[in-house]
């Protein structure tokens, strides 16, 4: 809460901080929540010299050199909010730059900007896709080459030309959130779209040619982002710099999660975004009529890959969480590829179709900017 800033700053926070910082250095978990703080307050150009004064530059520093990419992504955003010499964007929070991290001497051409699906996150949806090392001799005598994030591991030295940035959401909701309707608006899709676009605008999406790629209920949306974007002068940067869209299991005409039960329902995705999962839900053949509608006068270049596999939930639930119909939106290339709903998004190597065909589609879209 922004609000408060001011106030921690006066009692005493900054130090008290640090001081359990230094004390829980056996929790990453804590000392991730406390430079997420640090990064909230620098945000407050106010508080840059408190900051500093506590401490907090060195300590960033450190942290950046973790090879954690949860980690060090909240220090680099942390650092970046402080630097007002060479950065103008700034990152509110749950907006994280993956690459690059530290200053470059090399011009960013372009943004690609990671949109993750329900129950997903900024880092762990882009992960390398999971092997069993028991039967993966060569995985497990080359594990230290997998990747905790693909996009900042793979995609950042493929096209270093590139700003990479992956949002976070929160898209868990309790029972009891569920039945409270200010609770629920908070977690609709056009809820999130107002809130997302003026984080992202605050860090200079829409500044320089942009590519969105997006998984399962994110690419939702990120139609509804553009759509409204296209209704709000403040906002017309963001599509007129869209280039292209990637969509991996997009379900743009519905889920079959949505007939599950309501007990499945909870079980798999306990969210209220899951009643806007209807197959041919009103709301969705809108959406989805005002995005197609501008989207083919903007031209903009589309990629779809579409689930072939059942995802297994438990040793009691199988299913197809985005069928090949609901994966086709009407513009762009469908591309099926046999992988479930949670591995689509999820390359097993580099070398692998998913990500060399996304790289591709990358490269192509910004051809002349790269």
Not at 79 to 104: C, F, I, M, W
Not at 136 to 159: H, N, V
Not at 298 to 327: D, N, Y
Request: proline residues 4%.
């Amino acid at each position: 809460v922004s609000s408060h800033c001011d106030k921690i700053e006066a009692k005493g926070g900054l130090h008290l901080l640090q001081r359990i910082y230094q004390l829980r250095k056996d929790s990453a978990k804590i000392q991730r929540n406390i430079i997420r703080i640090i990064g909230n307050m620098a945000l407050d150009e106010r508080l840059h010299s408190s900051i500093v004064r506590a401490g907090w530059v060195s300590v960033l520093a450190e942290v950046m050199k973790s090879p954690h990419v949860i980690q060090s992504s909240h220090a680099s955003r942390a650092l970046a909010n402080l630097d007002r010499d060479t950065v103008k964007e700034k990152y509110p929070d749950g907006v994280y730059v993956l690459h690059p991290q530290y200053r470059s001497s090399q011009p960013i051409r372009a943004d690609i900007l990671f949109v993750h699906g329900l129950l997903g996150a900024a880092f762990k949806t882009w992960r390398q896709q999971d092997i069993d090392r028991r039967l993966d001799k060569k995985a497990s005598e080359g594990e230290e080459d997998y990747s905790q994030c693909w996009p900042k591991s793979w995609l950042a030295s493929d096209c270093p030309a590139l700003r990479i940035i992956s949002v976070e959401y929160d898209t868990h909701l309790s029972d009891w959130k569920a039945k409270c309707p200010v609770e629920a608006h908070r977690k609709s899709i056009a809820y999130r779209s107002n809130e997302l676009l003026d984080k992202l605008r605050a860090a200079g999406i829409g500044d320089r040619p942009l590519v969105w790629v997006s998984h399962s209920m994110g690419g939702l949306l990120v139609k509804k982002m553009l759509v409204d974007a296209s209704k709000n002068p403040e906002m017309d940067k963001i599509v007129n710099n869209t280039r292209g869209i990637i969509f991996y299991s997009v379900p743009h005409h519905g889920s079959q999660l949505a007939e599950y039960s309501i007990n499945a329902r909870y079980l798999l995705f306990p969210s209220v975004e899951v009643k806007e999962l209807s197959k041919d839900s009103p709301a969705l053949k809108e959406l989805n009529d005002d995005f197609l509608s501008f989207a083919k006068d903007k031209k903009f270049s589309v990629l779809s890959f579409a689930e072939t596999l059942p995802t297994h939930i438990g040793s009691m639930i199988k299913l197809h969480v985005v069928p090949l119909e609901s994966a086709k939106l009407g513009i762009g290339d469908l591309i099926p590829v046999d992988v479930n709903h949670l591995n689509i998004c999820k390359p097993k190597k580099k070398d692998a179709f998913l990500y060399q065909r996304t790289l591709k589609f990358i490269q192509d879209v910004l051809a002349q900017e790269l």
